[in-house]
Nanobody, 119 residues
Framework: QAQLVESGGGLVQAGGSLRLSCAAP????????MGWYRQAPGQTREFVAT???????NYHDSVKGRFEISRDNAKNMVYLQMNSLKPEDTAVYYC?????????????WGQGTQVTVSS
């Protein structure tokens, strides 16, 4: 299956910002809802945000108003701008493609990118 490559994670203090990037094969990116998901230690993976081909977005309640998902259709890239980060945002972040609600994905999970927010 197509490989999705995440980047941009790191260590940041609470209140700081990070921007995650995900590169996807064009045949996947061009006709699918793209999304970001995260998995904190000891927890199940959860939906963070999705964006449709025409730019409609959906967010988990915990990140509304702080995170923004976007996509660059010319570059086959999807981004997650994360502002006002909190320690509870600490997780490995993954991108994938699936349905707009974020409750189902079609692709394999990549390695993700670690986001650590210190208090």
């Amino acid at each position: 299956q197509a490989q999705l490559v995440e980047s941009g994670g790191g260590l940041v203090q609470a209140g700081g910002s990070l921007r995650l990037s995900c590169a996807a094969p064009s045949r996947i990116f061009s006709r699918n809802v793209m999304g970001w998901y995260r998995q904190a230690p000891g927890q199940t993976r959860e939906f963070v945000a999705t964006i449709t081909v025409d730019g409609s977005t959906n967010y988990h309640d915990s990140v509304k108003g702080r995170f923004e998902i976007s996509r660059d259709n010319a570059k086959n890239m999807v981004y997650l701008q994360m502002n006002s980060l909190k320690p509870e945002d600490t997780a490995v972040y993954y991108c994938n493609y699936g349905i707009a609600s974020g409750t189902w994905v079609y692709g394999n999970w990549g390695q993700g990118t670690q986001v650590t927010v210190s208090s």
